[in-house]
């Protein structure tokens, strides 16, 4: 559903630093505003590697949406919690592969579904992408509408890219995950990373955002993000930093940790 107008005029409130937004930011994008870029500088200060784990993220999915498709042949993907459009979105990676494939995109936010209504795109063939207006905590609802575009017959590509520390319950973010990965086929891919609590100056850029207004973002361990890979098939290399996995140029260290697993 779009979003109304209201919502939109709600959302945008520029005086106030938007998670999305600063995500932007940091991503070198435009669609931020003076409360954002000051929250983003803010965690830059204590955490300067936050820039660098922002666009290394977007090259860990470019990297692995390449290898989906291509390696793969995973022509469906359901991209959850995508946050505002940049370059090289999922659905841009996925159908330079192979036009027909489909992309859902799942966003709670009216501001990201504003922003994401450019990137409706449909190709002369199978290929389709479209936005859902859901939040991640609603598995059967964004699974209905993914019902709408995507074939539960044939494998999914099921992504949750740095966006689970919103939810602070180890729990049920891993309920969250296998809700949606125990309805698609095997053959079905989770691709998922998130930022980590493995130095004290990430946890410090933490606390920096949550005290500059941000939305609080809560890191975990290697090990707890592992463990949403339970029952799955990990993909070399495993669950190693996300510049390590197949990187196309000398890995940088990063408190960001991802995988690729499949189910069989």
Not at 70 to 82: K, N, P, S, V, Y
Not at 182 to 190: F, R
Request: net charge negative.
């Amino acid at each position: 559903m779009a979003p109304t107008d209201d919502e939109i005029s709600a959302q945008l409130r520029p005086e106030v630093p938007h998670a999305a937004r600063i995500w932007n930011y940091w991503m070198g994008g435009e669609d931020n505003f003076a409360a954002d870029r000051a929250a983003g500088d803010a965690v830059a200060q204590v955490y300067p590697e936050i820039v660098l784990m922002a666009k290394q993220s977007r090259r860990f999915l470019i990297r692995v949406v390449r290898c989906l498709a291509a390696e793969a042949g995973i022509r469906q993907f359901l991209d959850i919690g995508t946050g505002l459009p940049t370059m090289q979105n999922t659905h841009e990676v996925a159908q330079a592969v192979a036009s027909e494939s489909r992309v859902v995109y799942v966003d709670n936010d009216p501001l990201v579904l504003v922003h994401a209504q450019t990137l409706m795109v449909r190709a002369a063939d199978r290929g389709r992408t479209v936005h859902v207006g859901a939040d991640y905590h609603e598995p059967e609802l964004i699974l209905a509408e993914a019902r709408k575009v995507l074939d539960f017959a044939e494998p999914i590509g099921v992504l949750f890219m740095g966006v689970m520390g919103y939810e602070p319950d180890l729990t049920v973010v891993s309920s969250i995950v296998h809700r949606v990965m125990e309805v698609t086929p095997p053959g079905s891919y989770l691709v998922l990373w998130d930022g980590t609590n493995t130095t004290p100056a990430v946890v410090a850029g933490a606390e920096r955002l949550a005290q500059s207004g941000g939305v609080p973002y809560l890191l975990r361990s290697p090990d707890e993000i592992g463990s949403l890979f339970d029952g799955l098939d990990l993909v070399e290399p495993g669950l190693v930093q996300i510049t390590n996995w197949r990187p196309d140029t000398a890995a940088e260290w990063l408190d960001a940790y991802g995988a690729v697993a499949r189910k069989s």
